[in-house]
């Protein structure tokens, strides 16, 4: 919930997007029909701009909801998917018999006493008061050390992430983990750049800790000292951070330090104090992302005053707890981070926020109860055939290449082979048993579950990989690809109606969730997972001239997107480069899966529906996953932190370099969606 995730490594969506709709039981042997020629804009060619042809309609009739960021198919559905998630929850939470410490008890009380605003709003910030005090009692440096460990256990995350990772070096072995983090800002940049933008982003930060300090009785002097306290501490810790582009390279964050060298890198943090307090004893050895970061955060703990670190600690407090506290916190975090910073004009009602929560913290028992309501059998079965065609397409474009020598080959159709699989739910589900979900206070309960969440973390670290464990919950719309296991993981909530139905044509299957899929396997060879080996250690397994020409076929790539003009008032563009794994996987993953698509009865036969070719259903079904739009402040917010391109372009990038699009829609040569011959990109 809190804590950074160590399994999930690409992603398929940006992570705010993470719901996905799943329709309603019905007959086995009901075909689904699925109208592309609804979203069509006939007055855009597709020639000229498929994105704007393919969804066009769809955009002009689905303005951003008042209380969205944006308005996509991701959003659309995870809207209905969040009211299927309330049933089960709210089945448990209207459960009056149900016995104390049972997954009924657990998720009713927690959800119904995140729904007692008359409480919540009653008790203000009391239910944090203890653990402000607590950083007010902070007398020396030891204390301080304590401090930071105590907070990471139950509230937040101050300076850095403390986390379980499998060792990217002995894959089959779980060690600790640090990651850079301690910022309130999105990212080091906002800190840095100096445009009129950026200047005006730090100065509304400043007026919004200066508010929250006041909320808990800080006078108006007070406030804005402490606030001016926070953006310069924040600023020292940002200029010690990677930059994403930085933090994409595997070999560069992997960094293991035993305790002893922890204390040579960043000496005035006393680490063995830390771990101690923690709870972690001694981890035996640290894998730290950014070495650089820990040796700034030991300079500043004898550089700044104690003062200083009490005031940012309150502030990683604060932020960190705020949507469990009274509605006054809650306003001032919408007002800065979701309608100043992404444009969200109003906040979503809160039993949706609520539901967000318990479905964070009991992830896995609310997945438990979903997927036996809205997962048949039949759709993972469907699922499994797809992803097991797309496996042998792969397998295919990877001999078929001609750019790669048989020797590399060799090694990458023996890390394809090894893949795992995992679909819907996990076969062995998290145990809950051991957290305590009372009728106290919503703040309480979530210190309660972020304990649970640590000592679920500490129980990894030094053991075995646990082969059965999962990175996101069933009910989760998103799927992954982790390098360490060498897995592709696909949950239920994304096997689902419209990117996947299994009574649906195989040309919408294999145009959206065959895209997934592929996508997802094609990260397994992209910039990032090309450097991890079958076992899922980092180990350089390509001869030197295969790793050059991958290379230059990838800076093409970063070439092109970098020419993609995100925000035109402000002049941003896609960094290519940032964002280039998953334009790799998109490009990858729509090949892979139209070729797999190609060995299917449909195709085949070649019969239209609804005026369409099997070919256009594919690409016309491909567009229909990345249909939306976006507010300016969330889209630029996008561009600047993750590294997923926007959806336009995450359509116009792939179908651009693919002659079998080329052929389905009759692209002539010259055409924007036409790259010419020279430029046009083909890796996998």
Request: hydrophobic residues 35%.
């Amino acid at each position: 919930m809190k804590k950074r995730s160590s399994t999930i490594i690409s992603a398929f969506v940006f992570v705010m997007l993470i719901f996905i709709t799943a329709c309603s039981p019905q007959k086995k042997d009901e075909f689904v029909a699925f109208d592309v020629a609804a979203n069509i804009d006939s007055t855009v060619s597709p020639a000229d701009n498929f994105f704007k042809y393919a969804v066009g309609t769809w955009i002009k009739n689905n303005p951003i909801p008042s209380d969205k960021t944006s308005w996509t198919a991701f959003m659309e559905l995870r809207e209905n998917t969040r009211e299927q998630v309330r049933e089960v929850v709210m089945a448990a939470a209207s459960n009056k018999n149900a016995e104390m410490g049972s997954v009924d008890q657990k998720i009713g009380t927690l959800y119904n006493i995140g729904m007692n605003t008359e409480k919540i709003e009653a008790e203000s910030y009391q239910p944090i008061i203890g653990e402000l005090e607590r950083i007010d009692g902070i007398s020396n440096t030891d204390e301080l050390i304590k401090e930071i460990a105590h907070i990471q256990i139950y509230t937040g995350n101050p300076l850095f992430f403390f986390y379980s990772t499998v060792d990217a070096k002995n894959s089959e072995q779980v060690i600790a983990g640090i990651w850079q983090g301690g910022l309130g800002l999105p990212n080091r940049e906002y800190y840095f750049n100096d445009d009129d933008r950026s200047k005006d982003i730090r100065e509304k930060y400043v007026e919004y800790v200066a508010n929250m300090f006041n909320l808990i009785g800080s006078d108006n002097e007070m406030a804005a000292s402490q606030s001016k306290t926070i953006l310069d501490f924040e600023t020292k810790l940002a200029d010690a951070h990677n930059t994403p582009v930085e933090n994409r390279n595997p070999e560069a964050t992997y960094n293991k330090f035993t305790t002893d060298e922890l204390y040579q890198k960043a000496p005035g943090f006393d680490w063995k104090l830390y771990f101690t307090s923690l709870e972690a004893g001694d981890p035996g050895v640290v894998d730290v992302g950014q070495p650089k970061y820990i040796t700034k955060i030991g300079k500043m703990v004898k550089s700044e005053s104690l003062e200083n670190w009490k005031t940012y600690l309150k502030w990683n407090l604060i932020r960190s707890m705020t949507p469990y506290l009274s509605n006054d916190f809650v306003t001032e975090s919408f007002e800065f981070n979701n309608k100043f910073l992404n444009g969200q004009e109003q906040i979503e009602e809160r039993y949706k926020r609520v539901l967000n929560t318990v479905s964070g913290a009991l992830g896995e028992a609310v997945g438990q109860l979903y997927v036996a309501k809205f997962f048949p059998p039949e759709a993972k079965a469907k699922a499994d055939q797809i992803v097991a065609s797309l496996k042998v397409s792969m397998g295919e474009s990877i001999k078929g290449n001609d750019w790669m020598s048989d020797e590399t080959k060799t090694e990458a159709l023996k890390k394809l082979d090894a893949f795992g699989v995992k679909i819907g739910y996990p076969e062995k589900w998290i145990d809950y048993s051991s957290l305590e979900i009372k009728d106290d206070s919503y703040a309480a309960n979530i210190m309660r579950a972020n304990y649970f969440q640590h000592k679920e973390t500490l129980g990894k670290i030094n053991q075995p990989v646990r082969d059965w464990e999962w990175g996101m919950t069933p009910q989760t719309v998103n799927a992954y690809y982790s390098p360490t296991r060498n897995e592709i993981v696909f949950p239920a909530g994304i096997l689902q109606h419209p990117f996947y139905d299994y009574r649906a044509d195989d040309a919408i299957n294999y145009g959206a969730m065959g895209l997934v899929i592929g996508h997802e396997i094609t990260h397994g060879f992209d910039d990032q997972g090309r450097q991890y080996d079958a076992d899922g250690n980092i180990r350089d397994w390509w001869t030197a001239e295969d790793a050059e020409k991958f290379k230059a076929r990838a800076d093409k790539l970063v070439e092109q997107y970098d020419g993609y003009l995100a925000i035109d008032s402000l002049d941003l563009y896609v960094n290519g480069r940032l964002t280039l794994g998953e334009n790799i996987a998109d490009l990858g993953g729509c090949t892979v899966s139209y070729n797999a698509f190609t060995k299917t009865e449909q195709y085949k036969k070649g019969e239209k529906i609804d005026g369409f070719t099997p070919s256009q259903r594919f690409f016309l079904g491909f567009a229909q996953i990345w249909k939306g739009s976006m507010r300016e402040g969330r889209l630029e917010t996008q561009v600047k932190v993750g590294p997923h391109s926007p959806g336009n372009f995450r359509v116009l990038g792939p179908v651009s370099n693919m002659p079998q699009f080329f052929e389905a829609f009759d692209i002539p040569e010259g055409s924007p969606m036409r790259r010419p011959e020279d430029k046009i990109v083909k890796i996998w």
